[in-house]
């Protein structure tokens, strides 16, 4: 069936390095995928988003990579300061049009 | 400011009571979604709605009810039937933008719990 998931469930940084949260998902026929940051006690905030004709896409310190290939997703924080610690979440689309598929999350934990 | 807002932020269920959540949205979004997130777990698909006066099932569709008699509102339905209500319940809503997908943004939740 269809299925997103992530490698790690706990990720734990140091103020001002670079994070990598990672995420597999097994719908070839996905087009389209998000990243979610959630605050404890708060809905999913949208962070970035991509479509499966691109590889790489650049926000605001944060970069998304697709990797079709292998049906791998990244989310990269650059700088990661104490505001990101949060539960990052992806998704995809099914063939359902518009239904989400979520992944179990990462907690990112950044350490001062 | 444009927004969804979800409420009441708590909520309590006594044993046999039905409760409705509610979900108002002024983002002129077609789509409206609920969702079930329980401790440490990802979001679990409730119902969703792509228009006005037609919705459908989702993943976990049993125990609940829905409507969406208005565009801006998505009221969500958590009957005696669900046995385990106790659970954070996200309502969000999403613009077909074209054909393309679209995000989806979310309210800040309800948080059930049984009384």
């Known amino acids: 069936g269809e299925s997103v998931g992530l490698h790690l469930p706990t990720l734990s940084v140091q103020e001002g390095d670079n994070s990598i949260i990672n995420c597999a998902y097994s719908?070839?026929?996905?087009?389209?995928f998000i990243w979610y940051k959630q605050e404890s006690g708060k809905g999913p905030q949208f962070i970035i988003d991509i479509r499966s004709n691109m590889d790489k896409r650049q926000g605001q310190r944060v970069t998304v990579l697709l990797n079709k290939t292998v049906k791998h997703l990244s989310l990269q924080i650059a700088a990661t300061q104490p505001g990101d610690s949060a539960v990052y979440f992806c998704a995809e689309t099914s063939n359902q049009g518009g239904k989400l598929i979520f992944g179990q999350g990462t907690e990112l934990s950044v350490k001062p | 400011d444009g927004g969804i807002t979800q409420s009441p932020k708590y909520l309590f269920r006594k044993e046999g009571q039905n409760v409705t959540l509610s979900c108002e949205q002024n983002?002129?979004?077609?789509?409206m979604y609920w969702y079930r997130q329980d401790p440490g777990q990802g979001l679990r698909l409730i119902y969703y709605s792509q228009i006005v006066n037609d919705f459908q099932k989702g993943d976990i569709a049993e125990g609940y009810s829905v409507s969406r008699e208005k565009k801006e509102s998505f009221p969500l339905t958590v009957t005696s039937a669900q046995k385990n209500p106790t659970a954070f319940y996200l309502c969000?809503?999403?613009?077909?933008?074209?054909?393309?997908?679209?995000?989806?943004?979310f309210g800040d939740g309800t948080r059930l719990s049984i009384l």
């Open positions: 719908n070839s026929a996905s087009d389209y």
């Open positions: 983002l002129n979004h077609d789509a």
């Open positions: 969000a809503s999403s613009s077909p933008g074209q054909g393309k997908d679209q995000p989806q943004h």
